[in-house]
């Protein structure tokens, strides 16, 4: 089992920066990807980024360019950092990581950390 706990969510003004990081703990040997997704009210969740565990990197188009996925594989630790944010970022923001031992996969997820983006 991995659980995973999500920091850094808050109320921030259309243009600033937050950064959420992730800390997973427990069965952590062999996570291949980890990253974010994000669920606003009355719509479904979506991938915001990954990042794999040999450093790939997937952003949504609505993110790429502003957001940036980072990992440190030692620390067993990712973070997001969010710049030039906008209102419609504003969601709940679900920290993720998938697990791979073939043929199984694993998927587990935060809790949730609440980013509100005001204009």
């Known amino acids: 089992q991995v659980q995973l706990v999500e920091s850094g969510g808050g109320l921030v003004q259309a243009g600033g920066s937050l950064r959420l990081s992730c800390a997973a703990s427990?069965?952590?040997?062999?996570?291949?990807?980890m990253g974010w997704y994000r669920q606003a009210p009355g719509k479904q969740r979506e991938l915001v980024a990954i990042?794999?565990?040999?450093?790939?990197?997937t952003y949504a188009d609505s993110v790429k360019g502003r957001f940036t996925i980072s990992r440190d594989n030692a620390k067993n630790t990712v973070d997001l950092l969010m710049n030039s944010l906008k209102p419609e970022d504003t969601a709940v923001y679900y920290c993720?990581?998938?697990?791979?031992?073939?043929?199984?996969?694993?998927?587990?997820w935060g809790q949730g950390t609440q980013v509100t983006v005001s204009s």
């Open positions: 990042i794999s565990d040999g450093g790939t990197t």
């Open positions: 427990g069965s952590i040997f062999s996570i291949n990807d």
């Open positions: 993720y990581a998938k697990r791979i031992n073939s043929p199984r996969q694993y998927v587990y």
